[in-house]
């Protein structure tokens, strides 16, 4: 089973909400991420977390703050997000973290509009 | 720096028709490769990837990849495309746990 999973899969936000992502996987893996997708380009990455720790925060506004719960849960929290915040928000994981042959195995998304 | 190119933004194929998509990759030691497919609004799902090994490499949904060291490229191939695989692809280099994409290839394919 290579599955991840996302919820919600739709959310519309006003700039002043609070709302949270979230992202499920239990294949044992060890690394998760947060990515985010624009229309006809390719994901980019924001967050990093290897066994629990945030590892990589590819200088990511504060407006979002990731969190992990555990080695099978991750979230990303959303406050006072920007109309040009809208996108699909990817997340993946992968059995290990920092090797070339790490496969990546993303869940659906959530397409985020910010209003 | 490392970098993967794929020159075709769009291509279009009639329903049964073979089909190849490019990618080229720029990377200074042994090149991890990896081929994901994005429907419409959904997430990526992994077709196959390369690590080493026969240089052919067969993947989900009747897709494979042939790596070419001395061109610097891992193809895409299907010999007969049906109307579901229309979707956008996208190759990737592995880099220590990151992940270098390509900036992908639509594909459409017509009745």
């Known amino acids: 089973d290579t599955e991840v999973t996302q919820t919600p899969k739709h959310l519309v936000m006003g700039m002043t909400n609070k709302k949270s992502l979230k992202c499920e996987q239990h294949m044992g893996h060890r690394a998760m991420y947060w990515y985010k997708q624009k229309a006809k380009k390719p994901p980019e990455l924001m967050f990093v977390y290897s066994y629990e720790k945030l590892s990589i925060n590819e200088s990511v506004p504060s407006r979002f703050s990731p969190e992990c719960p555990n080695s099978s849960l991750l979230n990303l929290h959303l406050h006072a997000l920007q109309p040009e915040d809208s996108a699909l928000y990817l997340c993946?994981?992968?059995?290990?973290?920092?090797?070339?042959?790490?496969?990546?195995?993303f869940g659906p998304g959530t397409r985020l509009t910010v209003l | 720096a490392q970098s993967v190119t794929q020159p075709d933004i769009h291509i279009t194929v009639s329903e049964g028709a073979s089909l190849e998509l490019r990618c080229n990759y720029s990377y200074g030691a042994t090149p991890y490769l990896f081929w994901y497919v994005q429907s419409p609004g959904q997430g990526l799902q992994l077709l196959l990837k390369?690590?080493?090994?026969?240089?052919l490499v067969q993947g989900i949904k009747g897709f494979e990849a042939e790596f070419k060291r001395s061109q610097s490229s891992f193809n895409l191939r299907k010999p007969s495309v049906h109307w579901s695989d229309a979707a956008e692809y996208f190759c990737?280099?592995?880099?220590?746990?990151?992940?270098?994409f390509g900036k992908g290839t639509k594909l459409s394919v017509k009745p």
């Open positions: 993946a994981s992968s059995p290990s973290r920092g090797r070339s042959t790490d496969t990546q195995y």
């Open positions: 990737a280099v592995g880099s220590q746990g990151n992940l270098i």
């Open positions: 390369y690590f080493s090994g026969d240089t």
